[in-house]
């Protein structure tokens, strides 16, 4: 079995501080995706270093095989004293997901890892190895397509603690909100938003802690095509949708562009539908074809995609109003959502004519309005960990 995951991660600041003390690092090796929780002792700076050493070093050295043994030492030996503590401490949550579909999960002092299954709640066995003294947690198992696992820091428990709840949000509590909200949240960042905003909440919106919670879903592989802008030389125009059309039979297809969404309909001898219906003042209307998933305008929808891209990109400015913005019916909207909750890889296909309504057709390509917006959009989509390829005509 072959998977991919979709992962996302959502902070609260304790309440007055610019730094987070928790960190969250996500890497991928060549046949797996590696997610790592660290919280570091206390707030403010200092939690915030720890955080980083410890997940910058557990990253690092996983990313290099190094054993977990050695991986505990290092941190153990390079973490700073705390001069009033008189300890080096930072806690830590590791999963590993391998594309076969193995899973490895490390665990030290955060909360539990919590696991979801077909809406249920997975038991997860305590296997405890002490290493350098500390207790650890280790859990191998197979994961499968469907499947969530969240990590927290310990701002999640302590939510409400002496205010709304006598002591905190317990784990089991958060767990069942978790599989309450499985079935309602199509992507990691919203199910990790969702236990984040009702954290908050609980906190009265002054977290009295550092509070992070980190997913990821199993899903199947989702490919996202793309074309805007027709090609330079017209006689090209066959080659450019033929190849816009290839993948599976789960791939997305987006058109950006009235110019070359009449290019499509024309080569693939399909009409084109222009919806009269304008739900946002500042988007044109969408279009429908048939076999095509998305068709809209083009600069200025993508203007507004990137915008909202850079919105996700910038995790602390996540909020139910952006997933409202999100949720609109604008071609936009529409676009972004696609691109950030149904999408694991994404090729463009770009054209080069000059679009005189644009810019100055005396103008070189790369200096055009549409250029800079494709380049725009495939950094931020890489930016939001997903691979971008794009192909000129």
Same mark, same amino acid.
């Not at 919590?114 to 290493?131: A, H």
């Not at 969702?194 to 977290?207: F, G, H, K, T, V």
């Not at 996202?224 to 090209?236: C, E, I, K």
């Not at 305008?297 to 909020?319: A, D, F, H, P, W």
């Given at each position: !079995? ?32 590696? !997610? ?63 594309? %076969?579909?193995? *899973? ?6 955060? $909360? ?32 499968? =397509?469907?499947?969530? +696992? ?13 205010? +709304? ?14 599989? =309450? ?25 002054? $977290? ?12 199947? %592989? ?9 090609? &330079?030389?017209?006689? &090209? ?5 033929? %190849?816009? !059309? ?37 988007? $044109? ?18 203007? &507004?995609?990137?915008?909202?891209? =850079? ?34 890889? +994404? ?5 080069? *004519?000059?679009? %005189? ?37």
């Amino acid at each position: !079995m072959g998977v991919t995951v979709d992962v996302a991660y959502k902070s609260l600041n304790k309440f007055t501080e610019i730094l987070c003390g928790d960190k969250v690092e996500i890497l991928q090796t060549a046949d797996s995706n590696i !997610m790592i929780l660290a919280d570091g002792m206390g707030s403010g700076v200092k939690a915030n270093i720890l955080a980083t050493l410890t997940s910058k070093i557990l990253g690092t050295m996983f990313l290099n095989g190094a054993t977990l043994e050695e991986c505990v030492e290092t941190i153990v030996e390079t973490l700073p004293i705390c001069q009033v503590r008189q300890v080096a401490y930072a806690t830590f949550s590791i999963l590993q997901v391998f594309h %076969s579909g193995e *899973a490895y999960l490390v665990e030290f002092d955060n $909360p539990g890892c919590i696991f979801i299954r077909n809406g249920r709640l997975m038991p997860i066995p305590q296997n405890i190895r002490e290493v350098k003294g500390k207790k650890i947690n280790e859990y191998r198992f197979q994961v499968q =397509k469907g499947d969530a +696992l969240i990590l927290m820091s310990d701002g999640t428990i302590h939510a409400g603690v002496g205010r +709304l709840l006598n002591f905190g949000w317990v784990w089991e509590d958060i767990a069942a909100y978790a599989v =309450k909200q499985y079935p309602l949240t199509i992507s990691a960042m919203r199910l990790a938003s969702a236990i984040c905003q009702a954290c908050d909440e609980l906190y009265e919106y002054r $977290p009295g802690d550092d509070t992070t919670v980190a997913c990821m879903r199993i899903i199947n %592989s989702k490919t996202v095509h793309l074309m805007t802008g027709p090609a &330079r030389d017209a006689s &090209r125009d066959n080659e450019m949708v033929h %190849s816009w !059309m290839g993948g599976d039979e789960d791939t997305r297809r987006i058109v950006c562009g009235g110019t070359s969404a009449t290019i499509v309909s024309r080569v693939l001898n399909k009409r084109l539908d222009v919806s009269m219906d304008y739900v946002d003042p500042e988007i $044109p209307p969408i279009a429908f074809m048939d076999g095509i998933d998305l068709v809209t305008e083009g600069v200025l929808t993508l203007n &507004r995609v990137l915008q909202l891209l =850079k919105r996700y990109v910038k995790k602390e400015t996540i909020s139910e109003d952006f997933f409202l913005e999100l949720d609109k019916p604008n071609g936009a909207s529409m676009v972004a959502k696609m691109l950030i909750e149904d999408c694991t890889e +994404l090729h463009m296909y770009v054209g080069k *004519a000059i679009n %005189s309504a644009y810019q100055n057709p005396g103008l070189p390509f790369d200096l055009g309005i549409r250029q800079n917006l494709v380049e725009q959009l495939k950094n931020t989509v890489e930016e939001m960990g997903k691979p971008v390829t794009v192909t000129y005509y």
